[in-house]
């Protein structure tokens, strides 16, 4: 994800992961947990730093607000976990 040139292609992965988290709660609780304690800190550090960029970023296009859109909903449905 951090090396796509492609905004289409993080939206997409970022809504996979989205829909992940979020609509499959039971079940994606016990997948989340599955991966181990480093790779989900990795991974939640990872969103954590990709909604500090952008959201930092004034006048952000609208391929940018969309993956800012994602990563913040990836990151609620993370702090949940």
């Known amino acids: 994800l951090r090396l796509s040139k492609v905004d289409e292609t ?3 992965i970022l809504s ?3 829909k992940l988290l979020k609509y499959q709660f ?3 609780q016990q997948k989340w947990l599955a991966l181990p304690s480093n790779q989900r800190e990795h991974l939640k550090s990872y969103i954590v730093n990709i909604v500090l960029e952008y959201g930092a970023i004034e006048n952000l296009p609208k391929s940018l607000h969309n993956i800012l859109s994602k990563a913040n909903s990836i990151l609620v449905q993370i702090v949940k976990y």
Do not use: G
Request: a positive charge.
């Open 26 to 28: 039971l079940l994606t």
């Open 16 to 18: 996979y992961l989205n």
């Open 10 to 12: 993080k939206v997409f």
